[in-house]
Structure formats: C-alpha cells, structure tokens
C-alpha cells in the first residue's frame, strides 16, 4: 500500500484539463461487448476502475489495446460468459457486464459484487428488472446463474431510481425483439451518455436524462468510435479543494450543466463562479460561509461529492448540515477528520459540522474513494503535514492526481 503526503497551508492556484467520467466509461466498456465488433474509446480516464473493467472483458475473451486515453476493444473473440470473481469482488460496477452479457449470449454467470463500503448495495433491483425480461435466475449456489433462450420486452417499474439497474436493463434489452419501457429509472448525466454510445452502435433508445428510458430492440449493432464525457465529479472535487484554500481555478473540457448542483453550492458559500460550455473558473472568498446540502439522485446534490464538500465545510464560518440520503454508511471520512480538529457530531443521516478556523495535517487512513479524496482537501489547507495511508482507493477514481494537484500549487507526493 502507498501513501499521499501533503503540506498544508496551501492556496489552489492554476488551471488543469478534467479527465473523462469514470462512471460513464464503465458502462460504456463493459456495452462494447454488445456488438462482437471492434470498438474505440476516447477521453477513457486511466484509473484503477476503468483498468479493472477492461481487466474483465479481457478475461472474457476480448482484445483490448491501450494507448494514453484511446481504448480499443475488439470483443468478437469474446466467448465466456463467467465473470471472473476476483474481479468482481474489487469493483462493484462490474455488475454492469451482466447486462451486456444477457443480450449478446442470453447467459451470464456471477459473484455478488464488492467495491467501496460504503453500504450493503445490493443488486435486487437489477435481477427483479432481469426476471422481469423472462431471464432465469438461479441464485441458489455461491453464483448467480443468469440465462434464457430470448430477451422478453417488458414494461419495468424501478422501486429506487438505480444508476446501475438502469444500465444494466438498457444493455439487457438492446438486442431484443420489440419496445421495453423502464419507468422510475435514474436520470443522471452518465445514464444519457450511456443511451448516446448506444445509438451511436445502432441502438434505438429514446428518454436517458428522463425518467422513462425507451428500447426499442434492435437485431444487430455496428463498431463505433465514441469520446467519453468529462467527469463531473472530478470538477466538483478540484471546485471544492479549491473553494476550502480560499484559492483561484480554471477547469477545461468540463460540462458546466451537468456541474450545476455542485455550483449552486458553491456560489451559497460565497465562491465567485463564471462558467462557458466547456470551462469553469471559480475565485473562493477568504473564508466560505457555511451552507446546508442534502444528497438526492440526479439532479439533486451528487452522494459521489458528499464527504468532499463536508471536508471543504469543516473550516467554513457556521454550522453545515449535511445530509446523505442515498448510502447508509458514507460517513467513513468523518472520525479522520475530526483527527484534524473538525468539529463534526453524527445524528441519524447527518452530519452536523461547526465550522472551525483551523485544522491540523496528521496520520490519516483512506476508507473509500470519495471519502479519501476529501482528506487530501482537508490535508491541503490544514496546518502541517498530512498523510493519507491506503491511497489505492483514491486512484480508482482519480486520473494523474499527482500532476493535476502539482500543477495547481500543492505540495503532494506519493510514497510508493
Ligand atoms: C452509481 C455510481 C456511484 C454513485 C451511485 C449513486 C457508477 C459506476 N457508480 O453506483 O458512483 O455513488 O450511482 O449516484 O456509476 N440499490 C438497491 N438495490 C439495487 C441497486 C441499488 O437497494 O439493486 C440502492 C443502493 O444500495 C443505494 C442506492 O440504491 O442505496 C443507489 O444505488 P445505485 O444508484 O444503484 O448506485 P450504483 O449504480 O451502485
């Protein structure tokens, strides 16, 4: 395991370039299968996520071919419907290559997933939705055996708008003979880029950013060529270092709408924001003012931006509310924070934090991946020098963290 060190007392000055989604690449990945064709991918972030999807499709019997953030992946030699159960258990998105599974050989054979702790995550949603497409499932043995002779086109109602369950459903329903509708689905930004790649394949697929998806099945999808949409919680987490150093920021090949719910809050703790298309420049004030946020599915305030904006807060003037609603156990960065000196007490979904002048750089541990990139913001305006041990989880998600945050004027260096 490696660790980050960070001097503290420092100011975000500078402009970086933000990476392509990670949450939509992985999707976006595991759909290549869908089309036994040879695919290329552009702006693919490279993280441990990304890497250990193409890790599965390559132990699935693709070809992947990696250069810088081009990805070309070949899956017409793809033959094995077993998900690899290492692999499985190191990421929980890898439950995505189910539905892409389904659709291209009507069979599908898995563990139950791991992935960040940050609460149970089952997947009850994603196989009510397979049964519900006449797939059979055998949950009986230590795997989950998914099969049937066609994909059935059927009318779904998700119980909880589920990111993962409404891509998997997508993927499932690509190839099949007629119209399935998914109502009550998730509407987030990486769902319509998802629709978007798909079409692009040949698929007709109408609603994604809405919260009714349309599928019309298709017989056969073609090889394409596909950019992948830029990260919005990258932007979020560079905006918020940013606004806790009381410091100054240019972010390129951003997409500043689907940022608004982040922005919004921002400019509430006082942060001068101006933003084009492609580009945002924040200018924080001295010292932020404290504000209230409470997570909801899209386009409410992003759960993936909750322990970040909670670490920017802690040295905010006030008392924050903040309140998570979508993951029981994503408090996980709180008691090292409070190592710091944050003043930050629990109650039921919130965290209730008294906004201090100053907190101090010590020993830290990462939990998860968004909950230890909001260490490294707290590290980088506390007194002292930090370390963050486990960073590995960091790097699932963030691409040339050590470049971008040195570009910016933070002293950060990893210990390998
Ligand atoms: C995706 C994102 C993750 C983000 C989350 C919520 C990817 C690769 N990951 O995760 O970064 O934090 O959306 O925006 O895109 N649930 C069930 N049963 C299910 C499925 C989900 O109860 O079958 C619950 C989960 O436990 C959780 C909530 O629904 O409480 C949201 O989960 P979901 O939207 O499915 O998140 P993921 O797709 O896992």
Redesign the pocket.
Known sequence: MSKYIIKGDAKIDGEVDISGS??SA?PIIAACILNGGVNTLYNMPNIRDTNGMLEILSDLGCKVVKKKNKVIIDSSNASKMNINEKLMREM??SVIVVGALLARFRKAIFSYPGGCEI????????INGFRKLGINIDENTRYIVCKCDKIIPAEIHLD??????TENLMLASVLSDGETILRNV?M?P?IEDLQNFLNRMGAKISGAGSNIIKIKGVKKLKEVSYNIMPDRIETGTFLCYTAGTGGKIELNNVRDEITLPVLVKLEETGCKIYREPNKIVLQAPKRLKAVDIQTL?YPGF???MQSVFLAMLVTAKGTSIVTEN??ENRFKCVPELMRMGAKISISGSSAIVKGVRKITGTNLVATDLRGGAALIGAAMKAKGITTIDNCEYIERGYEKLEYKLKKLNIDFTKER
């Open positions: 990670k949450n992985l929980r998105s609460g149970a995550r089952p997947i009850d949603l994603h909880f708008p589920s990111v993962g369950a998730a987030e990486e599915p992003p759960t993936d979508i993951f």
